[in-house]
C-alpha cells in the first residue's frame, strides 16, 4: 500500500491507495470548504492598509481545495495495479487502535488520578499489548520509567506535573 | 588583530576561571538532556536556568546559559536520529533523513555526522561572531517586515523538495499546514481565528502537532506489528564516519553553516528555519537528490550545520545591537541585563574584556559539546537495543510529558494525539509530515510580516519587487517551488514520447 511506485497518480496505485486518495481528498475539501465558510464571521480589519483576518485563511483553504481537486483528478485516471506490501491485517489495525485508545484515557485519568498513576497503567498496559506479558517486570519497568521521567521533569526541571483531583 | 589579541587575553582569563569552565560544561550537559527531550526546547532551558545564573559572576552564569543554548540546538538530533522523536524544531529537519539511516543500521554515523556538523557549524558562527560582528551587524537593520516575509516564503517553498513520492501529496501537506497555521489570534487585530471558543488554541499548538506527526505517529505505527523489532538493522555500528566521506560533506557543511550564521542575524528567524533552509540547498546542490529523505548523509549535515550555525548569528545582533536573533537570545538578553551589562554597540567598548572572555568559552562550549557528545553517543545508542515492546511504551510516555511541559496543558497532549493519529494514517498513504511541521513554523511569519509590510507601505504591493533582498529573496522561491514541477514536466513529456504517461504534479523525482 504505502510502498506502490507513484502514488497519488502517474505510474498507477493499488485500489487500496486510490480510495484513501479520494476519501482524504473529499474529507480535506469538506474542511477547507468550512473554513471559508467561517471567515465570513471575522469582523472587519479596522486598518485601511490591511488585508484582515480571513484573506490568508481564504487563499491557504482556496489552493488546498484546488489541489485535492487535482488528487481526485489524477486518482481516477491512475490505473489501478496489485499491491505488493504485506498486509497489516486485523489484529494490526486492532494494535494500533488499542494504542491510540489506550493514549486517549490515559489522558482523560491524568485528570483525576494524576500523572505518576495514569503512566504506570498507560505503560504497564502498553507493553502488555505489544507482547510482553511478564507478570513481575511489566509493573517494575513501568514504575521505573515513570519515576525517572517523574522527577526529571517535576524535580529537576521543575515542569509541575498533574496531580489529579481525587488528590488534590 | 585586534580581535585576536583581546581573544587570547580572553582565552587567558577564562583558564584563571575554572569554576567558569565547569559551568559551561554543565550547560552544555543540560543542554544536550534538555534538547533531546520532546518538549523542553533550548529556550526553555535557558529559561529554567536563568534563576540559578543569578548568584553567579557574569562570566560563568552567561557561559553556563550559553551551554545549555547550544547543546539544547544539538541534542534535539540525538533523538530525532534514533527515535524519529524531534527534542527541538530544528530537529524535525534532521529527522527526515536521521531516522532512515537509523533503520539502514547507520545510526553511529549519522550521529557523529550530526555532531562533527554541529561543531563545525557552531564554531564557524562564534568565529564569525568573534572577527564580523560590527560589519555583519548592519545587516540585520537591513531586514524590515518585505524581507521577513520573503524569507518565509523562500522556507515554504523548500514544500516541493521535502514532498517525497508525490508533490502534489506534499504541496497538500503544506497547505493543510497553513491553514492549521492560521488557528489562533490574528496577527494584526489579535482576533481569534478558528479556536472554537478555547483558549488554548489562542497560539498555534505547533510543538504537540511535531511531536504527534513525527513520535507518536512511528509509535503507533511499530504497534502493527509488536514482533518486529529494530534488532541488528538498527545496531549503533561505527560513530566517527570515515574522513573519506565526511570530507564530502565539507561543502554542505560549509554551505549550511553560513546560511545559518546570514539566518541567525536576521531577527525573528531561528534554528528551525536555518535546518529547513540549509537541507534544501544541500539538495540542491547534491550530485544524488533523489537519495535526500531516504536517508542521506548529507540531510542530516546540513540541517545540523545550518541549526547550530544560528547560534552565533542570533548573538551577533543580541551583543551588537540589542535586537535578540530569536526567543533564546531573547532570554539571554535579560539575562545580560540582569547581570548589569547592556547589550549594544557600547558594549564591546565599555566590557571588551568581558565579551571577549564569554567570546573564549563560548569556543570551549562547542569544543565541549563536541567531547560531550562523541563520549556519550555509544550510550544513548543503546536505547536502540531495547525491545520494542518496551522502547514504544517509553517513546510515548515522553510524548505525552514532554507535550504537557510546554504549555502545563492537557489539552495540549489530546492536539498530540489528534496529530499522531492523523500522522500515522498520512504515513500509510504517503502524505509527508515535514511540509505541515515546516508550514507551522513558516505560515505565522509569514502571515505577520506581509500584512505589516503592507501596512507600512500604505496599502501598495511595491515592496514586493522594489526592494532588492525582498525582490531577490521571492524569485529564488519561484524558482525553488517550480523548478521540481518543471523537471517533472519534463521527464514525462520524455517519458510520453517513449509511450508512458503520467500526470502533471506527480514526482518521484
New interface residues.
Given amino acids: 500500500?504505502?510502498n506502490a511506485?507513484?502514488?497519488?497518480?502517474?505510474?498507477g496505485a493499488p485500489l487500496s491507495?486510490k480510495i484513501?486518495?479520494l476519501v482524504?481528498?473529499v474529507v480535506?475539501i469538506a474542511?477547507?470548504a468550512a473554513?471559508i465558510a467561517?471567515?465570513g464571521d471575522?469582523?472587519k480589519?479596522?486598518?485601511?492598509?490591511?488585508?484582515?483576518?480571513a484573506r490568508?485563511?481564504i487563499i491557504?483553504?482556496s489552493?488546498?481545495i484546488v489541489?485535492?481537486l487535482?488528487?481526485i483528478?489524477?486518482t481516477l485516471?491512475?490505473p489501478t495495479i496489485a499491491d505488493d506490501t504485506p498486509p497489516?491485517g486485523v489484529a494490526?489495525?486492532a494494535?494500533?487502535a488499542?494504542?491510540?485508545l489506550a493514549?486517549?484515557a490515559?489522558?482523560y485519568a491524568?485528570?483525576y488520578v494524576g500523572?505518576a498513576v495514569a503512566?504506570v497503567v498507560?505503560?504497564a498496559a502498553?507493553?502488555w499489548?505489544?507482547?510482553?506479558r511478564s507478570p513481575l517486570w511489566n509493573p517494575v519497568?513501568?514504575v521505573v520509567?515513570?519515576a525517572v521521567?517523574y522527577f526529571?521533569?517535576q524535580s529537576a526541571?521543575?515542569?509541575?506535573?498533574?496531580v489529579g483531583s481525587l488528590f488534590e | 588583530m585586534h580581535e585576536l589579541g583581546m581573544l587570547m587575553n580572553g582565552v587567558a582569563t577564562l583558564a584563571a576561571n575554572p569554576m567558569a569552565l565547569l559551568l559551561s560544561l554543565v550547560g552544555v550537559a543540560l543542554g544536550i538532556v534538555?534538547g533531546a527531550?520532546p518538549g523542553?526546547t533550548a529556550t526553555m532551558g535557558v529559561a529554567?536556568l536563568l534563576p540559578f545564573t543569578f548568584g553567579m559572576d557574569p562570566v560563568s552564569g552567561l557561559l553556563m546559559i550559553s551551554g545549555v543554548f547550544f547543546g539544547g540546538v544539538y541534542g534535539g538530533s540525538v533523538t530525532a536520529i534514533l527515535l524519529k522523536i524531534p527534542g527541538t524544531p530544528a530537529a524535525a529537519a534532521t529527522a527526515m533523513d536521521g531516522f532512515e539511516l537509523t533503520k539502514k543500521g547507520m545510526a553511529g554515523v549519522a550521529l557523529g555526522t550530526a555532531t562533527l556538523s554541529s561543531f563545525l557549524g557552531g564554531m564557524a558562527s562564534i568565529l564569525v561572531l568573534i572577527f564580523l560582528a560590527p560589519v555583519l551587524a548592519g545587516f540585520a537593520l537591513e531586514f524590515s517586515a518585505s524581507e521577513s516575509f520573503a524569507l518565509a516564503v523562500f522556507g515554504l517553498s523548500i514544500i516541493a523538495s521535502i514532498s517525497g513520492?508525490?508533490v502534489?501529496?506534499g504541496?497538500?501537506a503544506g497547505?493543510?499546514g497553513?491553514?492549521i497555521a492560521?488557528v489562533g489570534m490574528?496577527p494584526?487585530?489579535g482576533?481569534p481565528?478558528?479556536t472554537g471558543g478555547y483558549t488554548e488554541l489562542f497560539n498555534v499548538p505547533f510543538i504537540p502537532v511535531m511531536i504527534g506527526l513525527f513520535a507518536?505517529a512511528e509509535?503507533?505505527?511499530s504497534?502493527?506489528?509488536?514482533?518486529v523489532r529494530l534488532g541488528m538493522a538498527a545496531a549503533l555500528g561505527r560513530i566517527i564516519p570515515p574522513w573519506a566521506t565526511y570530507k564530502s560533506l565539507l561543502g554542505v557543511v560549509s554551505r549550511s553553516s553560513i546560511l545559518g550564521i546570514v539566518i541567525g542575524i536576521i531577527p525573528g528567524a531561528g534554528s528551525d528555519i536555518a535546518a529547513y533552509v540549509a537541507y534544501n540547498e544541500a539538495r540542491r546542490f547534491s550530485k544524488t537528490p533523489e537519495n535526500y529523505g531516504k536517508g542521506e548523509l548529507g540531510g542530516v549535515a546540513a540541517c545540523e550545520a545550518g541549526a547550530n550555525g544560528c547560534t552565533g548569528g542570533a548573538l551577533l545582533t543580541m551583543l551588537t545591537l540589542g535586537i535578540p536573533g530569536d526567543a533564546v537570545t531573547a532570554v539571554m538578553l535579560g539575562a545580560l541585563t540582569l547581570q548589569g551589562l547592556q547589550p549594544g554597540p557600547l558594549l564591546f567598548k565599555e566590557h571588551g574584556d568581558l565579551v571577549f572572555t564569554l567570546f573564549a568559552g563560548m569556543i570551549f562550549c562547542y569544543v565541549g559539546m563536541l567531547v560531550l557528545g562523541l563520549g556519550s553517543l555509544r550510550f544513548m545508542g543503546r536505547i536502540l537495543q531495547m525491545?520494542?515492546?518496551?522502547l514504544?511504551?517509553?517513546i510515548?510516555?515522553?510524548c505525552?510529558?514532554g507535550t504537557?511541559?510546554i504549555n502545563?496543558s492537557?489539552f495540549d497532549?489530546?492536539i498530540m494525539?489528534a496529530a499522531?493519529?492523523a500522522g500515522?494514517?498520512m504515513?500509510?498513504?504517503?502524505?509527508p509530515a515535514s511540509p505541515v511541521v515546516l508550514a507551522l513554523i513558516m505560515?505565522p511569519m509569514a502571515?505577520a510580516n506581509f500584512?505589516r509590510a503592507?501596512?507600512l507601505?500604505?496599502?501598495s504591493y511595491d515592496f514586493l519587487y522594489t526592494r532588492p533582498i525582498t525582490a531577490v529573496l521571492l524569485t529564488v522561491a519561484i524558482l525553488t517551488m517550480l523548478l521540481p514541477l518543471v523537471k517533472r514536466w519534463r521527464a514525462d513529456r520524455a517519458g510520453a514520447s517513449g509511450g508512458?504517461?503520467?500526470?502533471?504534479?506527480?514526482a518521484?523525482k
Avoid at chain 2, 508512458?500 to 506527480?506: F, H, I, N, T, W
Wanted: with cysteine.
Fill in positions: 500500500m504505502s511506485p507513484v502514488q497519488g497518480g502517474g505510474a491507495t484513501a486518495n482524504i481528498a480535506l474542511v477547507a473554513a467561517s471567515t471575522f469582523p480589519t479596522m486598518l485601511a492598509a490591511d488585508v484582515g483576518p490568508f485563511p491557504h483553504a489552493v488546498l489541489l485535492c487535482i488528487l483528478a489524477n485516471r491512475m497489516v494490526g489495525y494494535g494500533v488499542l494504542g491510540i493514549t486517549a490515559c489522558l491524568m485528570e500523572y503512566t498507560y505503560m502498553l507493553m499489548l505489544m507482547g510482553q519497568i513501568a520509567v515513570t521521567i526529571t521533569f526541571l521543575q515542569v509541575p506535573l498533574p | 534538555i527531550l523542553l529554567i513520492k508525490s502534489v501529496k504541496l497538500i497547505f493543510l497553513l491553514l492560521t490574528d494584526m487585530g482576533f481565528r478558528f507518536a509509535a503507533f505505527k504497534m502493527e506489528d509488536p514482533k525491545p520494542k515492546s518496551v514504544t511504551p517509553v510515548l510516555a515522553l505525552v510529558v504537557y511541559a502545563n492537557l497532549i489530546g494525539l499522531g493519529v500515522y494514517f504515513q500509510k498513504w504517503d502524505f505560515g502571515e500584512r503592507l501596512s507601505s500604505g496599502g508512458a504517461a503520467a500526470g502533471p504534479l506527480e518521484s
